[in-house]
């Protein structure tokens, strides 16, 4: 048989019909937490469809699982569907991972583009059953940054679940805020192919008494390369019932400016009163550092700050020597231009109350 | 005013005139909300209303939002209300029961769609119903980009039974369109219902296992296919999957398929008979294919046979199928030639089957099969 020559090969390779791609569709919350197991029994449903009215697909279903009591390696379900055949799984992760009393996250694997994976997760107590759908995400709905609107607390509780379906760890980031008041953040190491979901999220960030409808929570990954899946799930506790909120790209915070206040009886520096005020420019974000700069022999060099509720700060009452207070990440906006005042909250600062109840500072939004 | 003055006006003018046409164009978007309510107890079934979230992502501008309710059901304004408003860098505007608080439309239901500049809105929202006991039951429903509307989609994991499934459609497109539901459990179709709508419009059919005559059937894993007459056209589907228990509702959002394929083209089979045999038939089944229109042409070479039909399939047969040969023993000499014709459309439950036929003139020695593919 004659050779064909390399560049004639490479033109019939050409010629042949585009690969199909595999593509992979990630339900990010799945679960088999029966009665016992967990403070509330719950279970996933999951249908699989092929939209194809000529060709079968194979299709490979591997189980994530990172809560509960988790199988040694990822199990793994393979099946062909027929042409437009919907086929549903039960209780997916106990009836064919056989992964009872767990919970993460399942890929689901083709070649081409015509699977369609949608869920309900859902629970039986106090009655049966309340729920909701979890849908299956494509590679492109995980974002580097996501944000999740409509959280809320106090009549409800919120969950958040983060999914990193990429082959590198990642490490993630939560911020939630109450409008424009940061709340706090948590920071959570995520294995390639694992997930977390951090329940409770105001408790977690010492929020328990917040009450709010309208918060939001803002993911973000340390690797442009690490794209990552984020949900909420808001859980009305009077029902127990959940609504799904999936993760919408948002945009990447600015890099903060870093400004240091050094505090000492009794003075903001910047902020007053003895040094001028805090100039911060709106629409700039910023880093704020409240480090403790009295002498060694100050008496009670504890101070505190009252935080600024119009503008979203939050307070503290301890600012000491080796015990910074620092807010992480503040966006002055035009509409709080304007001065701003706020005062020592330690009544004791520096051994003489009267002293104290000069120590107040402004900051000033141009 | 001199030339001289005139001239750098003009200058200016015309530098203004390129910079606007060189300067990136900021593309509006629209996100849709497709479904929203405000039912109030007593004005339906459930009480039912909806909380709805928009938030600017930017850190910097801020973004002003057109909201428009595209009402559909219940008490709607005469004209479609809407309201502008502007969002702070990173606010979140809350809209609790937005429906009769931000458009004055109480007892009524539709969409709401959210136009800005660029792409920086994002927006949520629960359509729930508050609880026997206290509390609520509901729904996250998504604000969907437009690229999220098809002309074709499929709805999965629907119910019946201990569930209901309501299924709604909503046209954004600036004409109207038909729009057909099919649904299906398994590979069996259960029923269909066409809808139309009109420009910015929508329905929403509730207990669609009842509207199509199957309220008797228990599934959870049934489908709905929503097909638009026109390929280029743009519907958000959803479903509304309630517990029948705890009236706790779950919104499917409608996904991309693909178009059925259009009927297969009719196919003609010449079958000849001779030396007492069918070709094909006899050595080889007639194949055909289940769904497609089929004409089978019988024509005899040799002497005078017939065809008994396949009443399985509906299949008609016939006596005479003859060459016209004298001396075969039928009729007189130079009696006519006769060919027969039928045609049939064999049922996709036939399809795997094999049938008999034969001869009517010669049924022991003169046989065929017919395979449905």
């Known amino acids: ?366 | 005013m001199n030339r001289t003055t005139t001239k750098p006006t003009l200058r200016l003018f015309h530098a203004a005139a390129l910079a606007l046409l060189l300067a990136p164009p900021l593309l509006s978007e629209t996100l849709t909300l497709p479904a929203v309510t405000s039912l109030p107890p007593g004005s339906a079934a459930s009480p039912f209303f909806s909380d709805v979230r928009v938030f600017n992502t930017s850190y910097t501008s801020p973004v002003t939002v057109t909201a428009v309710y595209r009402c559909f059901l219940g008490t709607c304004p005469a004209s479609a209300p809407q309201i502008n408003f502007t969002l702070s860098p990173r606010e979140s505007r809350a809209f609790d029961d937005m429906i009769s608080t931000a458009f004055n439309a109480p007892v009524s239901a539709g969409a709401v769609e959210f136009t800005s500049s660029g792409d920086l809105v994002r927006v949520t929202s629960r359509l729930y119903s508050p609880a026997a006991g206290g509390g609520t039951n509901g729904m996250f429903v998504p604000g969907l980009k437009n690229s999220e509307a098809h002309a074709v989609s499929v709805l999965t994991g629907l119910a019946n039974g201990l569930f209901r499934t309501n299924i709604g459609v909503y046209n954004r497109d600036d004409s109207g369109v038909n729009a057909t539901i099919k649904l299906y459990n398994g590979t069996t179709l259960l029923g269909t219902q066409p809808v139309t709508l009109g420009s910015h419009s929508g329905t929403q059919i509730n207990r669609i296992f009842d509207v199509v005559g199957q309220a008797a059937m228990t599934t959870t894993n049934a489908f709905a296919v929503v097909a638009a007459d026109n390929p280029n056209a743009d519907l958000f589907t959803y479903a509304a999957v309630i517990d029948n228990a705890t009236a706790d509702s779950s919104f499917v959002s409608g996904e991309e398929d693909v178009a059925a394929p259009g009927p297969a083209p009719a196919e003609t089979i010449n079958v000849s008979l001779s030396n007492y045999s069918y070709s094909p038939g006899s050595s080889q089944p007639i194949q055909v294919t289940a769904g497609t229109a089929t004409t089978l042409f019988f024509e005899s070479g040799q002497g005078t046979h017939g065809f008994s039909g396949v009443p399985a399939l509906g299949i008609a047969g016939s006596t005479n199928i003859s060459a016209g040969e004298d001396g075969d023993g039928y009729g007189t000499p130079g009696h006519p030639a006769a060919t027969f014709t039928v045609t049939f459309t064999a049922p996709a439950s036939a399809s795997g089957s094999t049938f008999d036929f034969w001869c009517t003139v010669h049924p022991d020695t003169m046989r065929g099969t017919l395979r449905v593919n």
Not at chain 1, 13 to 18: I, M, Q, R, W
Not at chain 1, 105 to 133: K, Q
Request: aromatic share 8%; with cysteine; proline share 8%.
């Open chain 1, 1 to 366: 048989m004659g050779r064909l020559p390399v560049s004639a090969a490479w033109f019939l390779l050409l010629l042949l019909p585009a690969t199909l791609r595999a593509e992979t569709v990630t339900l990010p919350a799945v679960a088999s937490l029966p009665p016992g197991s967990a403070a509330a029994p719950f279970f996933s449903d999951v249908r699989v469809f092929n939209t194809s009215y000529t060709a079968p697909v194979s299709v490979t279903a591997v189980y994530r699982c990172f809560l509960g009591t988790c199988p040694g390696a990822a199990p793994q379900a393979t099946f062909t569907l027929s042409a437009r055949e919907s086929r549903a799984f039960d209780d997916i992760v106990a009836g064919v991972f056989d992964a009872p009393s767990s919970a993460g996250t399942a890929e689901f694997t083709s070649s081409g583009t015509s699977v369609r994976v949608t869920s309900r997760l859902y629970s039986t107590a106090p009655v049966p059953t309340v729920g909701m759908i979890v849908p299956g995400l494509r590679s492109g709905e995980a974002h580097v940054v996501s944000v999740l609107t409509s959280l809320a607390n106090g009549l409800f509780r919120t969950n958040i679940g983060v999914y990193n379906g990429n082959d590198v760890g990642a490490v993630a980031t939560v911020r939630l805020f109450d409008g424009s008041a940061p709340l706090g953040s948590r920071t959570v190491t995520l294995a390639p192919r694992s997930g977390t979901q951090i329940n409770r999220i105001f408790d977690v960030l010492g929020q328990g008494a917040v009450t709010t409808t309208n918060a939001l929570a803002v993911v973000e990954s340390d690797a442009a390369s690490a794209p990552l899946f984020a949900y909420a799930a808001v859980i009305d506790n009077a029902t127990s019932d959940p609504a799904l909120v999936a993760g919408v790209e948002d945009e990447r915070a600015p890099e903060a400016q870093t400004v240091t206040i050094d505090v000492k009886a009794w003075d903001f520096s910047p902020g007053g009163p003895n040094s001028p005020a805090l100039v911060l420019t709106a629409g700039t974000t910023y880093t704020l550092i409240f480090h403790n700069v009295d002498s060694p022999e100050t008496t009670n060099p504890r101070h505190g700050f009252s935080g600024i509720s119009d503008l979203g700060l939050p307070g503290t009452e301890d600012i000491s020597p080796g015990h910074d207070f620092i807010i992480p990440s503040f966006t002055p906006q035009p509409f709080h231009r304007g001065t701003h005042p706020f005062s020592c909250t330690q009544n004791e600062c520096g051994g003489d109350p009267e002293q104290h109840r000069g120590m107040q500072g402004t900051i000033i939004i141009q």
